[in-house]
Every structure is written in structure tokens, then in C-alpha cells.
């Protein structure tokens, strides 16, 4: 698909501002100024605020913040930057942020800290973001996935992943990416869209643990 449009892909650190500044730079001398910017990098670690060794590592927390949110932060400013400088199209618009936050930014779970805080973090920063670029043209939505179908379920035994599916209200699955890849195409193809985070998760409400 990539080749099929012309794609390259740059690898980054998207919490680093010097590793993302590069990336910006390569795909703008590609493809010229970026008009959409998914943010998609996440990690998730496990860990509660007082386990069996103690009180969390500051430092574990600390990772998940600087990926997920500075992460997300950093991408957007420096998209929101270039987008602005770029002709605008109808209504004067002239790009689209998507981030991606997660059900956890509202229901996080024991042993979530870092990565609940992170996307609700993400989910805070949408509709402060939209207001702030609307006078560039740039919309900022984001999305807060339940429970969706990727490698970062591939560890998991079987009947986990069998009795999380059951879990969703309906329809009673894991979700698929291409579920995400249809609700960011609709996102930017849709202009009143601007400064809400969308749940994609079959009506599923994340139990305490
Ligand atoms: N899969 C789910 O059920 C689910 C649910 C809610 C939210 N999400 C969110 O969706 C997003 C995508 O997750 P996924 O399920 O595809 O997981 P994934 O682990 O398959 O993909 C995450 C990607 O982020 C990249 N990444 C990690 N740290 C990075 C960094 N510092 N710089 C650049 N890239 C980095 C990884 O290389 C990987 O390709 C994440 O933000 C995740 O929190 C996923």
C-alpha cells in the first residue's frame, strides 16, 4: 500500500524532539508539508502505585509519559507548525491532527497508572489544541480505542484473549484495525469534526481490574 501511493517510511523517536524534527524534515522534502499527522505510537506498561517491591519507579512512569503524551505532543506541535504555513482548502482549512488516546484515559485499570494518566493526558489536550490552531485551519480530533486486534495481543494465550473478546458488549470481538483506519479516514474527511475524542470500542466500559 505504502509504495502504492508513493509512501516512505522514516523511523523516529516521537519523544524526542530533535529525532522528530528530523523525521518532519525527511518527509517534507518528499512530499512537501504534512496535511495529516496519526498519532499511533504507544507503549503500555503494567506496574501499580505500590506493588510487592515497593513504590513505583519513578522512571517507569516517567517512559510511559514521555511516549504516549509528550509523544503525541511533540508530533502535534511540529505538524500543527507546518500545516500552518501551507495553502489553505475549502473553509480554510489546512490539516488534520488524529491522535490516538484509549478507553484506559477514562477507565483505567489497576496496575494502568502511567498508561491511564498518559491518554487521559491525550484526551485533555484535544479540545485545548483545536481551539488553539483553529485560527491556522487545523482541526484536532482524537480516538480512544477499546479493545482492538494488534501485535500487542499477539502474546496473549488464547482463551485471554477468547474471554476478553466476550467481554465487549457487541458486536462481541476484539476490534480490527481497519475499524481505526475507517473512523480516521471519516475523521478527516469530515470537516465539523474538530476537538472531541471518539470511543471505538463496541460499547465496552473496562471493569477495575
Ligand atoms: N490495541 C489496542 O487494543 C489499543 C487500545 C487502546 C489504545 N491503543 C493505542 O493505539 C496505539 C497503537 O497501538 P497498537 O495496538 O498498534 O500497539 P503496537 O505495540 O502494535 O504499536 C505501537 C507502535 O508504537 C511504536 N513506538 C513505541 N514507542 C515509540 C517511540 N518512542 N517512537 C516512535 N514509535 C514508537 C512501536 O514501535 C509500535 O510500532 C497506541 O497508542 C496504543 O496505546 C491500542
Known amino acids: 500500500m505504502g509504495r502504492k501511493i508513493g509512501g516512505i ?32 505510537a504507544g507503549i503500555g506498561v503494567a506496574g501499580r502505585i505500590v506493588g510487592r517491591d515497593g513504590p513505583m519507579k ?3 512512569y516517567e517512559r510511559v509519559i514521555r511516549v504516549n503524551l509528550i509523544g503525541t505532543f511533540n508530533m502535534l506541535r511540529l505538524a500543527a507548525a507546518e500545516m ?20 484506559a484515559g477514562y477507565e483505567g485499570q489497576v496496575g494502568q ?3 491511564a494518566s498518559s491518554k487521559a493526558g491525550v484526551i485533555g489536550l484535544t479540545i485545548q489544541a483545536a481551539r488553539e490552531l483553529a485560527r491556522s485551519g487545523v482541526r ?10 494488534t501485535p500487542m495481543f499477539n502474546g496473549l494465550p488464547d482463551d485471554v484473549r477468547d ?8 458486536p462481541a470481538r476484539l476490534g480490527r484495525p481497519d475499524e481505526y ?3 480516521a479516514l471519516h475523521i478527516m474527511g469530515n470537516r465539523f469534526l474538530n476537538g472531541e475524542t471518539i470511543r471505538l470500542d463496541g460499547a465496552l466500559r473496562m471493569a477495575p481490574r
Open 9 to 40: 517510511g522514516i523511523g523516529c523517536d516521537v519523544g524526542d524532539a530533535a529525532s522528530a524534527e528530523a523525521a518532519f524534515a525527511t518527509a517534507r522534502a518528499a512530499h512537501g508539508g504534512a496535511r495529516v499527522l496519526v498519532n499511533c
Open 58 to 60: 519513578l522512571d517507569a
Open 84 to 103: 500552518g504555513a501551507l495553502e489553505p482548502f475549502e473553509d480554510g482549512e489546512r490539516g488534520v491532527i488524529i491522535n490516538t488516546a484509549s478507553v
Open 113 to 115: 497508572a502511567a498508561y
Open 140 to 149: 484536532v480530533m482524537t480516538i480512544a480505542p477499546g479493545l482492538i486486534q
Open 163 to 170: 474471554s476478553l473478546a466476550a467481554s465487549v458488549p457487541f
Open 181 to 183: 483506519a475507517a473512523l
